[in-house]
């Protein structure tokens, strides 16, 4: 990405996380079970039960990771980039098209992996032992959302921010 890690990659990654935790709002909204995740990450993060956490609670915890994610994804693709050989490199506004898209990848894999089989059995009760198969492909499609909304968004924001 550009250079070491620094404040404006970061920024960038926090940035996209939450615009790409936004974008996820729209497919989550139109499922009924699609903010069960965000209702289960907000339950484990208050010590409630899933059932009982208020819809802003769960949209705060929904977008708390995005950004968390957003700045994991800068780090890994900084991280990446530093490793990539400069013959294999192309960049667009500062950013390492391997190194974009393997972070992508790389954090939409951890996402999926950390909430569906971390995050979930942790919630325990109805949800996990009635719902989890449905709760862990909403997971999978939210993380397949958020990955292809970074791989889109982030290129965009550094053209922004490098004019």
């Given amino acids: 990405m550009i250079g070491l890690i620094g404040a404006e990659t970061i920024g960038l990654g ?86 974009h898209l393997l972070a992508s990848t790389l954090v939409v894999i951890f996402i999926y992996v950390f909430f569906a089989h971390l995050v979930l059995p942790r919630a325990g009760g109805r949800i996990y032992e009635e719902q989890s198969t449905a709760v862990r492909g909403q997971w999978l499609r939210s993380s397949l959302v958020f990955g292809t909304t970074i791989v889109v968004v982030v290129p965009l924001l550094a053209v922004v921010v490098a004019s």
């Fill in 14 to 99: 926090a940035i996209s996380g939450l615009i790409a935790a936004a974008v996820m709002n729209w497919p989550m909204s139109h499922r009924a079970d699609g903010f069960t995740p965000a209702y289960v990450a907000a339950g484990i993060l208050t010590g409630r039960s899933a059932d009982t956490v208020p819809f802003r609670d769960a949209v705060i915890a929904h977008h708390a990771a995005g950004l968390l994610a957003g700045i994991l994804y800068a780090v890994v693709a900084t991280v990446i980039g530093i490793g990539v050989p400069s013959v294999a490199s192309v960049t667009v506004a500062g950013i390492d098209i391997l190194a």
